[in-house]
């Protein structure tokens, strides 16, 4: 079973930045991966996704060019780095894995940006 632990979310002042991290508990080279956020009282909405190899991103416009996801599958890991926050990138952010019908979450670490 796939367990996924997301690290790195805390406090930050708007412009700062936050580097978030999603540890695999097994090999993670042949999962796709996203990451997901959820602001109170709002959707789950993804702010980026990465290939099982690392060669395709995606981004929605809202996070494109201050946010920057890669992945060390030697480490099992996949990083979110956030840049130029803004508070409206405040909430919960998941990491999901996804292959052929398997899906699995993290349980989520929490981002505030307010100054």
């Known amino acids: 079973q796939l367990q996924l632990v997301e690290s790195g979310g805390g406090l930050v002042q708007p412009g700062g930045s936050l580097r978030l991290s999603c540890t695999a508990s097994v090999n993670l080279d042949v999962y796709a991966i996203g990451w997901f956020r959820q602001a109170p009282g709002k959707e789950r909405e993804g702010v980026s996704c990465?290939?099982?190899?690392?060669?395709?991103?995606n981004y929605p416009v809202s996070v494109k060019g201050r946010f920057t996801i890669s992945r060390d599958n030697a480490k099992n890991t996949v990083y979110l780095q956030m840049n130029s926050l803004k508070p409206e990138d405040t909430g919960i952010y998941y990491c999901?894995?996804?292959?052929?019908?398997?899906?699995?979450w993290g349980q989520g670490t929490q981002v505030t940006v307010s100054s």
């Open positions: 990465i290939s099982s190899r690392g060669g395709a991103t």
């Open positions: 999901r894995a996804t292959n052929w019908g398997y899906d699995y």
